[in-house]
């Protein structure tokens, strides 16, 4: 049943991608151009570190499958493009190893095809520690993630009805696990008092998870007799928004969930991620074109990343923090109701002061 499930979750998945999925909140994020900024490209590192951890890209393939024969080959051609490209990866859930440990190749796959690069397991919030600890160790992996999924579960035929031991579960794997943990969302945000709450169990990164992209409320209607739960689509808050809820947390955040393209990736880091995972939109183009073609899309991807970077004048992806963002629409209610601040957004690099400085003119 579970390998079943993984098959249907990467059908519907790059259903979507071919479907309804265009705007989202990333594009109420727009950068203040400033024409003299830029900087040659190479003073720029795209190097990120963050709670102990350094990649040599801000970029990573994000959780996504593992446990049935079509899923393993899916994972094997994810790790050959992360082995090829230098981006971290995550595994999908690994619950379906703790099952049948038959499939323990479907998900070993990403060390294999990977053998020097940055690997994450992936467990839910109801794995015991032992579960977790053996799943950081068929992978060798470098970091534990831990997923969270109410709305999911909710639509999920066969998911889960009872969500109150996830706190308590995720301080003591945290606790006993040998890797940082980091904490995610499929798909429908984390919010700053989930974030603040994490921190509080020992949680070291939140991978923040927003709307914009993957739909698992979509995808889990899509697999309901019924298709009764529709009305749930669309729940959650989108990766931008999270971003900005987050300001300041006092642990290092990752963004996912609806990146598109190297914009949305320097956006992200402009609003505050040390990484940006993708999935769906990298699946897509693994399934269309095959694993050639992913490898010359995340190619790419960093390529342009750097050129954007270079544009902006941020030799680092913390720099891109000092970039003045302008924040338009349903996204500047949302900071407006969650009462954060945008205009320091607009004002926050230091051409403006550096300006006044040297003209004696003030706004
Ligand atoms: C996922 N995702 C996911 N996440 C997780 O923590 N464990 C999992 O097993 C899975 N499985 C999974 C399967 C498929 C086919 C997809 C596309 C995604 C969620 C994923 O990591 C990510 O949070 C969301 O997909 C949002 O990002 P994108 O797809 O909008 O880039």
Same mark, same amino acid.
């Given at each position: ?92 859930s690994m619950s379906?190893y ?9 998900f ?14 992936n467990v ?11 799943a ?87 697999? !309901?007799? @019924? &298709?009764?739960? #529709?009305?749930?689509? $669309? ?7 999270? =971003?900005? *809820? ?20 320097? !956006?992200? @880091? &402009?609003?505050? #991620?040390?990484?940006? $995972? ?7 183009? =693994?399934? *269309? ?22 544009? @902006? ?41 550096? @300006? ?8």
């Open positions: 049943m579970i390998a079943q499930r993984k098959d249907d979750h990467v059908r519907l998945a790059v259903e979507q991608q071919h479907g309804h999925l265009g705007r989202n909140q990333f594009d109420e994020v727009s950068f203040v151009h400033h024409a003299l900024a830029g900087i040659d490209r190479p003073d720029v590192s795209s190097a990120t570190t963050f709670a102990g951890i350094t990649w040599q890209v801000p970029l990573y393939i994000n959780a996504m499958t593992g446990g049935s024969l079509k899923t393993g080959e899916i994972n094997r051609d994810l790790a050959i493009a992360a082995h090829e490209t230098g981006v971290p990866i995550a595994s999908g379906a703790f099952k049948d440990p038959s499939c323990a190749d479907t070993r796959v990403l060390r294999q095809k990977n053998p020097d690069g940055f690997v994450l397991a839910n919030a109801t794995a015991s520690v032992d579960k977790a600890q053996r950081v160790d068929l992978l060798q992996a470098n970091a534990l993630q831990i997923h969270v999924n109410t709305a999911q579960e909710t639509v999920m035929p066969e998911g889960d009805r009872s969500f109150s031991s996830w706190v308590p579960q995720i301080e003591r794997i945290v606790a006993a696990v040998d890797v940082p943990v980091i904490v995610k969302e499929v798909g429908f945000g984390l919010s700053r008092e989930t974030v603040l709450l994490l921190r509080e169990l020992g949680v070291r990164v939140a991978d923040l998870g927003g709307r914009g992209g993957t739909d698992f409320a979509r995808i889990e209607n899509g697999r !309901r007799e @019924l &298709a009764d739960y #529709a009305y749930l689509e $669309g729940w959650g808050q989108s990766t931008a928004a999270c =971003l900005l *809820d987050t300001q300041g947390v006092g642990i290092p955040v990752l963004a996912s969930g609806g990146v598109r393209n190297p914009l949305d990736v320097a !956006r992200a @880091l &402009a609003l505050g #991620a040390s990484g940006v $995972g993708v999935s769906g939109g990298f699946l897509r183009t =693994l399934m *269309d074109d095959g694993v050639s073609a992913l490898i010359a899309q995340i190619s790419t991807w960093l390529d342009q990343l750097t050129a954007l970077m270079t544009m @902006l004048g941020a030799r680092t992806p913390a720099e891109l923090t000092r970039c003045d963002v302008l924040l338009h629409g349903s996204l500047r209610d949302f900071c407006t109701d969650r009462g954060i601040e945008t205009g320091r957004f607009a004002r926050r690099s230091a051409s403006l002061d550096a @300006l006044t400085e040297m003209t004696g003119i003030t706004r």
